[in-house]
């Protein structure tokens, strides 16, 4: 038997920085100017869109004449924060990362000239560098290839375009946070999982940390066993606006007994925090419960990050009172774990956003709890 440890594999790459000139196409825009992008690096472009991996432009070339010439071949669309200018090339993928608020280690460069790619490598020397001939191959390496392309994956890049949009608006934007909000158009979509979702529920469970009200983590074969229960509710929220996807950005875990329905999980992504996601499931689900006449509890579970979750908890008005409905659920989420309760009460329809969303009574409901997966 070996002694050698397994390889650990290489973290996945979440941008890819691409040069230009006999990088990305053939030939160099200033001295050929009818340059040619190959079927075989579209092909790798497309790809690794599809596998949600962003990609950006790093250039020594004008700015105006590089993006006509992506706009011509097209891909311009393709790509992300493009730099293109004279700077040192460093300094540009800096921005790219920056921008991005991606780990230098999630991010890789692309580049005929060596020279180009030692002087990245020294100043970032988390960024991983490949030569202009690996260009082809690149689909095939498993820093490119994430362990599963979920939905959201494959409309991310148009998920951050829309973004940049979102924040530039903002940022003109000259009335108060709640009109900025009601300008945005939002439609906000809650629906019961289906399996091709379950990866993405996964995720959010997995990398959630300041909206996630206990932090554990539900693998794929626990949330599959959920879904086929009928005391279980599994739920996806998805967030639109003008400027185009969120995606999903939360998710519910929800047991319902005869007296009150559990909350074991609300989980929502950070990027969405501004937009008040978290506040607008909660009185939904609130207002679910009082239309089927049972109270609601809520599991929490204190981390170092999610102070904001509890906030939003105790802000709905969720507490420690006793009440009888806690009996079914004594005990069952561990002895670290707070079991909030909450008299459920109508709540109003939100202003700053449309709700599509079933109703949650509609489902008939175990009566007991025997037998039921906690």
Known sequence: MSDTAPAVPPATVKCLVWDLDNTLWRGTLLEDGDVVLSDAIRE????????????SVCSRNDHDHAWARLEALGVADCFVLPEIGWGRKSDAVRRITERLDFAPGT??????????RAEVAHHLPEVRCYPAEAAETLLGLPEFSPRSVTVDSRQR???????????DERARFTGSHEDFLRSLDMVMSIGRATEDELARVEELTLRTSQM??????????????????????????????????????GVVLLRKHAEAWHLRLLATSCRVVAFGAGTLILNWLVDQAARGGVHLLADFRATDRNRMMEIAYRFAGFDEQPCACRIPVSGSSGDDVQLLHLVADRRDSPTVARLIAPHLSDRTSPAGGAGLPE
């Open 44 to 55: 790798v472009i497309t790809g690794l869109d599809a596998r949600g991996i962003l990609q």
């Open 107 to 116: 991010v890789a460069f692309i580049d005929d000239q060596p020279a180009e």
């Open 157 to 167: 890049r148009r998920m951050y375009q829309a973004g940049f949009r979102r924040t």
């Open 212 to 249: 996630n009200a206990t932090g554990v983590h539900y693998p794929d074969e626990v949330l599959r066993a959920l879904l086929a229960h009928p005391g279980y509710e599994i739920l996806v929220t998805t967030l639109t606006d003008r400027f185009g996807p969120h995606g999903a950005v």
